[in-house]
């Protein structure tokens, strides 16, 4: 697995044992994979008692490295070896990989099951429909006196409906048809 620059820094303070204790490890690998399963981006999902001690900044960049990692790894399917051959690279201890292995193969298959239902494919549009608008006034009582659209999305994703809404100048509508028939012509092309 390829990591970024700060994917690897912060990772090499996951393993650094004077930057996290013998106790605090473990709290923060379950806290990163608590995050990516249950916090739905709780900011509070790192305000435990046992890393009161710890900074601030610091933390989070070893969270959003640690949850990269994890991510990464329930995405190429990696298995052991893989993990611990990498978290080798970063200064990890086998007592540190021996755990955090241990906690990635415990939720590994509920990552597999949030991952797999975030989708390959964008949307698909099944209606559209719009509306014009006059705005009169904007929020601080000035003249406005400008036409703008109201366009509603009606899209599907693997059998759910979900309704996309933005508005737009003319100008805007305007560029956005001119887009939208440039890729209807690229894809008659390539079917040709």
């Known amino acids: 697995m390829e990591l970024s620059e700060s994917v690897q820094k912060g990772l090499q303070s996951l393993g650094d044992q004077t930057v996290l204790d013998r106790c ?3 709290v923060v690998v379950d806290a990163c994979f608590r995050s990516l399963l ?3 981006g709780d900011p509070a999902v790192l305000d435990l008692p ?4 710890l900074d601030k900044i610091l933390l989070k960049q070893i969270h959003a490295a640690a949850t990269t990692f994890i991510l990464e790894a329930v ?6 070896s893989t993990i611990s051959f990498s978290l080798e690279e970063l200064t990890f ?3 540190r990989i021996e755990t955090f292995y241990t906690t990635f193969q415990k939720h590994k ?3 597999e099951l949030i991952l797999s239902s975030i989708g390959r494919g964008p949307a698909h549009i099944k209606d559209v429909s719009w509306r014009l608008q006059y705005q009169m006034k904007n929020g601080q ?3 406005v006196n400008e036409p703008f659209y109201l366009i509603s999305l009606s899209t599907e994703t693997g059998g759910a409906s979900e309704d996309v809404d933005f508005s737009c100048t003319a100008e805007q509508l305007q560029d956005l048809v001119g887009k939208l028939k440039d890729a209807a012509k690229s894809v008659e092309k390539a079917s040709q």
């Open 109 to 111: 298959k509920d990552l």
């Open 50 to 53: 046992e890393l009161k001690h």
């Open 38 to 40: 249950f916090s739905r």
């Open 93 to 95: 201890n086998t007592e």
């Open 141 to 143: 009582l000035d003249k």
């Open 24 to 26: 605090s490890f473990p």
């Open 75 to 80: 995405k190429h399917n990696a298995d052991k």
